[in-house]
């Protein structure tokens, strides 16, 4: 079997407050499961916002065990600046970025990603249009990852 690395993209907008907190729970029983499954090389959180807010995307790193992940996911906090839609493709755009091995990747959100019919937040809508340029749809980023 081959090296397997495992990321979870988590959304850390407003309406995501609640979730956050379980998910920093979850981290810690998941570093219980991870010890008894040898198949996942690596671990790793990318966080992602949404552009109106001071940045979009940030990536803890790669490391071997989630208890390398706590000081990161605990510094995890909701933007009280961001509403949906929100900025999901850009986090997998990054992540094909970074990728080394295969890679499960486990998204945790709560609302839709940006999309051309989104009315809501169209400035935001256009700028990850233009960070993304073509990999903008999700049959594209799936491919690529």
């Known amino acids: 079997?081959?090296?397997?690395?495992?990321?979870?993209?988590?959304?850390?907008?407003?309406?995501?407050?609640?979730?956050?907190?379980?998910?920093?729970?979850?981290?810690?029983?998941?570093?219980?499961?991870?010890?008894?499954?040898p198949?996942?090389?690596?671990?790793?959180?990318?966080?992602?916002?949404?552009?109106?807010?001071?940045?979009?995307?940030?990536?803890?790193?790669?490391?071997?065990?989630?208890?390398?992940?706590?000081?990161?996911?605990?510094?995890?906090?909701?933007d009280p600046n961001s509403d949906t839609p929100e900025a999901s493709k850009t986090a997998l755009y990054e992540l094909t970025q970074i990728i080394e091995n295969e890679t499960l990747v486990i998204l945790y959100t709560d609302a839709e990603p940006h999309s051309s019919?989104?009315?809501?937040?169209?400035e935001n809508n256009k700028k990850e249009l233009i960070q993304l340029n073509k990999c903008f749809d999700w049959i594209t980023l799936v491919n690529i990852l």
């Open 1 to 37: 079997m081959g090296v397997t690395d495992l990321c979870f993209i988590v959304d850390t907008t407003s309406s995501m407050t609640e979730y956050l907190e379980s998910f920093k729970h979850s981290i810690v029983e998941f570093n219980e499961i991870f010890g008894l499954c």
């Open 117 to 122: 019919i989104s009315e809501q937040h169209e």
């Open 39 to 78: 198949l996942v090389n690596r671990i790793g959180v990318i966080e992602f916002k949404d552009y109106c807010c001071d940045y979009v995307c940030k990536f803890s790193g790669w490391k071997n065990s989630p208890s390398e992940l706590f000081e990161f996911v605990n510094g995890l906090t909701a």
